[in-house]
């Protein structure tokens, strides 16, 4: 009797070895490592290169993904929950059909009732509207179910832009490579990164992984240009996206009552908000103004029927100071 035990003990911990091995097997296919760029096969989008130009007839972009991107959207940041549902629902019938948010910014659900109000409206359809959220770091080891509850809190069936919120290169490439399996999944369209400052720091994430990022958005705006990271990401076809562009809540005095922008603003009849937001898109910088303000978001959708001269482009340019309003 005690052979027969010692047989049956014998077979059970060969059985857990075997299941252990079996179980360690098929969790490390289900999770791809997060090792070196020469163990990755790159994607379709990896050839693709070059600074992509804006169609500002069609108000959009075509990103290194292959979709289009409307160049100028709503931000949502700072915003409650009413007032991202009602900017997102005004931002549409004014004629926006981007809107940026965030996990973080705690609005994701008041974006989706917004959106699904102009959509019973008639004002839009969900193919008509790109939009964008954010992965937060503090999601970074989970990105597989960040990506599910941005959805489910959207209330769509896919996300036309997902984006890293924030280096953290301890486990950006691991939420980025959650967000690769998100597109192969067709629950993301498009994938990019926020926040990335330095050259290298970008590259260290390109290099990582296999998607390059269709779009980086960065603090951007007359006073601090992104022009070293712009010529940068040319080279892998990734587009710069600006935050805070018109300064940021509490600084757009600043940047409005700045000489040369009021001086351009007033010899078009425009506002100085409309001509930033003009110049970003000139500049070729995906532009997301926020606002809470019924008439500001008309406003600053109200962009298309005038230019700035080659010689107004210039004196925005010359304003430059390398100087953010933030200290993230
Ligand atoms: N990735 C990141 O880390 C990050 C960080 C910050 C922001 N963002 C994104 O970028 C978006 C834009 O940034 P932001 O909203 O912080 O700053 P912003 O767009 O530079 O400035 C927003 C401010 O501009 C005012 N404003 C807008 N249109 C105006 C107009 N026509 N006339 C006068 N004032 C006007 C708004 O006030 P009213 O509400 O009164 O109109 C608000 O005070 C955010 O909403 C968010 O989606 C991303």
Redesign the pocket.
């Known amino acids: 009797m005690r052979k027969f035990r010692s047989l049956f003990l014998l077979l059970l911990i060969a059985l857990t070895f075997t299941g252990c091995a079996v179980n360690g097997n098929t969790s490390n296919t289900a999770v791809p490592d997060s090792g070196p760029a020469s163990t990755k096969e790159p994607r379709d989008n990896a050839g693709v290169e070059g600074y992509p130009s804006f169609d500002l007839a069609k108000k959009t972009v075509t990103l290194n993904s292959g979709y289009e991107m409307p160049v100028l959207g709503l931000?949502?940041?700072?915003l409650s929950d009413s007032q991202a549902e009602n900017s997102t629902y005004w931002a549409l019938k004014a004629g926006f059909r981007l809107i940026?948010?965030a996990r973080i910014y705690g609005n994701e659900e008041a974006v989706g009732r917004g959106l699904r109000r102009a959509i019973e409206e008639g004002i839009v359809k969900r193919g008509d509207v790109f939009i964008t959220t954010?992965m937060w770091t503090s999601d970074f080891d989970n990105g597989d179910a960040a990506v599910d509850a941005s959805l489910s809190r959207l209330g769509v069936e896919y996300i036309d832009l997902m984006i890293l919120?924030h280096s953290q290169p301890r486990n950006d490439v691991a939420a980025y490579q959650a967000m690769e399996r998100a597109v192969d999944a067709g629950k993301l369209r498009s994938i990019g990164l926020?926040?990335y400052y330095e050259p290298d720091d970008f590259d260290r994430l390109v290099n990582a992984t296999t998607i390059r990022p269709a779009l980086l958005?960065n603090e951007t705006h007359p006073y601090h240009q992104s022009g070293e990271m712009k010529e940068h990401i040319a080279k892998y076809g990734t587009v710069l996206e600006s935050?805070?562009?018109?300064?940021?809540?509490g600084n757009?005095q600043t940047l409005f009552n700045d000489p040369a922008i009021s001086a351009i603003a007033a010899s078009h009849g425009k506002?100085a908000?409309q001509v930033i937001i003009r110049w970003h898109l000139q500049a070729g910088n995906i532009c997301?103004?926020?606002?809470?303000?019924e008439q500001?978001i008309i406003?600053?959708y109200d962009v298309w029927d005038f230019e700035l001269s080659e010689d107004e482009m210039a004196r925005m340019t010359a304003l430059e100071k390398d100087e953010r309003f933030a200290d993230y």
């Not at 931000?75 to 700072?78: A, D, H, I, L, N």
């Not at 935050?243 to 809540?249: A, K």
């Open positions: 931000g949502m940041f700072s940026d948010t954010k919120h926020s926040n958005q935050w805070f562009p018109l300064g940021g809540r757009t506002s908000a997301i103004p926020g606002s809470s303000n500001h406003e600053d």
